[in-house]
């Protein structure tokens, strides 16, 4: 018996131009069967980067809700890579800080700020943000946990309640 060979068509590569444009090659697809594959292929990398952009935006919505869930349960200021942002609500540090301001403090401790800094700090009725002024030398030498003097730059007088350097939650790095 004879065999039959089955017929074998040759391999035809795409028809694909390329078109020369001063320094830049533009490629242009002629064949109907690579232009579907290209829109399929486009399809796919935008589904990709929505499904990316969509975890990214569920992650950073989940990561805001934890922190914002622990510091009201714990009471304690929650850093994220040692950093916070800071919503000022009033007027007390203007012009430096303006009333609305977003303000970006990095943690840090006594041995961390010195005379001049802007810190955030924690009183009994919640978190202030005013400059660090100087020492009560008085109230140190008499072995007081509240030393430190802080003012409000808009306030005339410096505050009344002196800072104990424990209280001290962060410096301001960034003004928005």
Known sequence: MDKVKPEVKPKVKPKVKVASKSHHNIIQ?????MKIKMRQ????????ISAVVTVTAILITIGCAYININERISGEMTFLAGH???YIESGSMEPAIKTGAVIIIRKAKFED???GDIITFETPEGYVTHRLVGEDAEARKNGAEAFLITKGDANSIDDIERLDPEDIRGVVVKIF
């Open 29 to 33: 697809i002629t064949s109907p069967k």
């Open 41 to 48: 292929y486009c399809a796919l990398i935008a589904e990709c």
């Open 84 to 86: 916070k942002l800071v």
């Open 113 to 115: 700020v010195e005379n």
